[in-house]
């Protein structure tokens, strides 16, 4: 597509529910980003992949926290048992390579957990 | 540890101003220097540095990095009440994974 697409743009939901965050990156781009950001904060690492597979999860927070990219495309970030420290807004970004190129960031997913 | 640290926090300016931005940056194994503009949600894409010393401009805004001393600088000229937003400095540094400052909160009053 012509740019990152992030879906839902905002989602609602009760504490211990399970959630799941999908971006879909540019067209062609290998690597992709999982951050998330809190008021006030610049964005905060969770994960990212170099094609399908996870090259560093050093950020996702705990083990309630889990994402895929099984085609090396669209990315679903995945969240159990949602607390409401979970409430943030979710950014992922693609670039074209790892690293040495700009990535460019969806519009994000507000998270706000009840 | 890897870091990036900007100043300031936040400024507030009146239009027509020029405003310097600055990014200090702590990492192993330097690639690239990144500079965002936030609004809403999502940071826009700015500047790529990777060279110390060349000058990168858009519009009234440019940048540049100065790989000796680690730092960058992101200049505002003629500033505009469109240009309030967060203004993020990233590194990809260390794991290829982006490492951001915390941003400085811009505020152009007309």
């Known amino acids: 597509g012509a740019g990152v697409s992030q879906t839902p743009s905002n989602k609602v939901t009760e504490k211990g529910k399970y959630v799941e965050l999908r971006c879909d990156p540019i067209?062609?781009?290998?690597?992709l980003y999982w951050y998330r950001q809190s008021l006030g904060q610049g964005p905060e690492f969770l994960i990212y992949?170099?094609?399908?597979?996870?090259?560093?999860d050093s950020g996702l927070p705990n083990d309630r926290f889990f994402a895929v990219r099984p085609e090396g495309s669209v990315s679903t970030l995945k969240i159990q048992r949602t607390e409401r420290g979970d409430s943030a807004v979710y950014l992922c970004?693609?670039?074209?390579?790892?690293?040495?190129?700009?990535?460019?960031f969806g519009q994000g997913t507000r998270l706000t957990v009840v | 540890e890897d870091k990036v640290v900007q100043s300031p926090l936040s400024l507030v300016v009146h239009e027509g101003d020029t405003v310097t931005l600055n990014c200090s940056y702590e990492?192993?194994?330097?690639?690239?220097l990144l500079w965002y503009k936030q609004e809403k949600k999502a940071p826009t894409f700015l500047f790529m540095l990777?060279?110390s010393g060349i000058e990168k401009k858009s519009g009234r805004l440019s940048s540049i990095l100065d790989k000796k001393e680690l730092f960058s600088i992101l200049n505002i000229t003629a500033t505009q009440t469109g240009d309030s937003a967060v203004y993020l400095c990233?590194?990809?540094?260390?794991?290829?994974?982006?490492?951001w400052g915390l941003g400085t909160s811009l505020a152009v009053n007309p």
């Open positions: 970004a693609s670039s074209a390579t790892v690293g040495g190129s700009e990535a460019f």
């Open positions: 067209s062609g781009h290998t690597a």
């Open positions: 992949f170099q094609g399908t597979g996870a090259a560093d």
């Open positions: 990492v192993t194994n330097f690639r690239s």
């Open positions: 990777t060279s």
């Open positions: 990233a590194d990809a540094g260390n794991n290829r994974k982006l490492i």
